[in-house]
C-alpha cells in the first residue's frame, strides 16, 4: 500500500475520532498496567468489572501487594487465567515496591522484565500511560494491517515493525488506539461491516465485497 493511501486512511480515522484511547478504565500507570496483565485472553468489559472494585480498594501496588495471591484472587476471579495473573501480578507488585519505589518504570526493558508483562502489554504501558508513539499489536491489529494491506505481516511483531515504518509520524501516538477500535467495532474477524467501514474505498482486501449496500 503507497504512502498516500495510508496517510489518507489514518486522516480518515483521525476525523472520525479525534483523542482515542483505550477502553480499560484507569487512573494510574500503574492501574493501566495491571488492567493490561488482566486484559490477556479477556474482554475490556470483564476487565474493567473486576477493576472497579479491586482498585477501590487496593489502586497502588503497596495495597495490591498486602492482599496477597488469595486475596486478589477474590477480585477477579471472573477473569479468564486468573489463578496465573494473580500470582504474576503479585510479583509484579512486590518489584515495583522494592525495585522502583512504587512507581511503574516509563522504560521497555524494565517493562518486560515484569512477571506477566510481554512486548504488547509494554507497549500499551509506554503509549497510553507515557506517550511513547509505540504500537501494540492484538488480534485486532494484526488482522485489521494484514486485511487492509496497510502493513501486512505473518507475527505480531512483523506487524508491529511495518506499522512503525509506514504510519506517518503525526499519526504514530494514536495509531495503536485507531486501529484497535476499527478491528472491534468495525473490521471485525467473522463479519466485517465494510458498508460501514470509514476506509473502504482504501482497503486492499482481495474478499471485500465487490458491492457495498
Not at 5 to 12: A, G, P, S, V, W
Not at 33 to 49: E, F, G, H, P, Y
Not at 156 to 162: A, G, N, T
Not at 179 to 189: E, K, P, S, W
Amino acid at each position: 500500500m503507497n504512502k498516500k493511501k495510508i496517510t489518507e486512511i489514518f486522516e480518515r480515522l483521525k476525523a472520525q475520532n479525534p483523542s482515542p484511547t483505550t477502553e480499560l478504565k484507569y487512573k494510574t500507570p500503574f492501574q493501566l498496567l495491571i488492567a493490561v496483565i488482566l486484559s490477556a485472553q479477556a474482554t475490556d468489559v470483564s476487565v474493567n468489572k473486576a477493576t472497579k472494585e479491586l482498585f477501590l480498594a487496593a489502586g497502588t501496588p503497596e495495597k495490591m501487594l498486602a492482599l496477597g495471591v488469595e486475596g486478589l484472587k477474590n477480585y477477579i476471579k471472573t477473569i479468564g487465567l486468573y489463578n496465573t495473573k494473580a500470582e504474576n501480578i503479585i510479583k509484579t507488585c512486590r518489584i515495583l515496591v522494592e525495585k522502583y519505589h512504587a512507581k511503574v518504570p516509563n522504560d521497555r526493558k524494565a517493562l518486560e522484565s515484569l512477571p506477566g508483562v510481554g512486548r504488547k502489554t509494554a507497549n500499551v504501558v509506554l503509549n497510553t500511560a507515557f506517550g511513547h508513539p509505540t504500537i501494540a499489536v492484538d488480534t485486532h491489529i494484526f488482522r485489521v494491517a494484514n486485511r487492509t494491506g496497510i502493513a501486512p505481516g505473518k507475527t505480531p511483531l512483523e506487524v508491529e515493525k511495518k506499522l512503525l515504518k509506514v504510519v506517518p509520524e503525526t499519526f504514530k501516538k494514536d495509531a495503536h488506539h485507531w486501529l484497535i477500535l476499527h478491528g472491534r467495532y468495525v473490521c471485525t474477524a467473522r463479519k466485517p461491516k465494510c458498508n460501514q467501514c470509514p476506509i473502504a474505498d482504501l482497503c486492499e482486501w482481495k474478499e471485500k465485497p465487490e458491492t457495498m449496500n
